[in-house]
């Protein structure tokens, strides 16, 4: 596992924020379609069947999987840089950072203009703490990232 210095993930933030952000369209994108394509399906059901567009349908369908691409290629670029996407819906991203020789993670959600929080791996969000002056030093003594 990759882990980062606080400056290291602090860089990052603009290229995975870009890559963030593609991935959050793609998957609204996605759900758009996916949508659509569920009104017309219970159209269908409800009226017991009527004419459709399954040229329409066909493009609607590869749209969506074209969406759905994006989204797979988004992430899968931001794991290969090491950092874990933790829910894509509100832009969480989680940097493993080695303090007192241990791994933690370095906290970020979209929206917020720094890396201001980090937490133990078992903590989890609802655990996060300030990236503090003691956390800062800790980390640079924690040892350097491999």
Not at 28 to 53: F, H, K
Request: charged letters at 25%.
């Amino acid at each position: 596992m990759r882990t980062f210095t606080l400056d290291e993930a602090q860089s990052l933030l603009p290229v995975l924020e870009s890559l963030l952000k593609r991935a959050m369209e793609g998957k609204r994108s996605a759900q758009s379609v996916e949508a659509y394509l569920n009104t017309l399906a219970q159209r269908i059901y409800l009226s017991g069947g009527m004419r459709v567009d399954t040229a329409d349908v066909a493009k609607q369908r590869a749209e969506m999987e074209a969406h759905l691409t994006q989204v797979r290629e988004s992430i899968a670029e931001i794991d290969a840089i090491g950092v874990q996407v933790k829910d894509l819906d509100s832009g969480l991203l989680d940097f493993p950072c080695r303090v007192d020789d241990q791994v933690v993670l370095l906290c970020w959600r979209m929206g917020e203009p720094a890396i201001e929080h980090w937490h133990t791996l078992e903590a989890g969000f609802q655990g996060r703490q300030p990236v503090d002056e003691s956390f800062r030093r800790r980390a640079a003594s924690g040892g350097r990232p491999n």
